[in-house]
């Protein structure tokens, strides 16, 4: 019922952009962002070294295929990664709080 989607963006900019946007829209009730982590990643058979903004999503399942359609439009890469993690378990006043947050 619950998830966290994982993206990482190029800039704080543009991190802010997408969290802004998909918490507006309803799509997420909170987004963290994660500044100045340093990215090494296989891309069209090399090894790529860069520095990245980690956003952490939290959303509801139902609302995982709009929130990435949401995040392709705006996110530059080609391939942005998009990462939905089920939560099992957690704060059921938080849990709660994501729900009324997203209707």
């Known amino acids: 019922m619950y998830q966290i989607v994982l993206c990482t963006c190029p800039t704080q900019e ?4 997408i969290a802004h ?7 997420a009730a909170c987004v963290n962002i994660i500044p100045q982590m340093t990215s090494v990643y296989l891309w069209q058979g ?3 070294q860069d520095n990245e903004q980690q ?7 139902n609302k ?3 929130l990435t359609q949401a995040i392709e439009r705006l996110h530059p890469y080609d391939v942005p990664e998009i990462i939905a993690v089920n939560i099992d378990a957690g704060n059921h006043a ?3 709080w994501i729900t009324e947050s997203l209707k």
């Open 55 to 61: 956003l952490i999503i939290k959303t509801l399942t």
């Open 46 to 48: 090399e090894v790529h």
């Open 64 to 66: 995982v295929d709009e």
């Open 94 to 96: 938080y849990l709660n």
């Open 14 to 17: 543009v991190a802010k952009e």
């Open 21 to 27: 946007n998909v918490v507006n829209k309803k799509l």
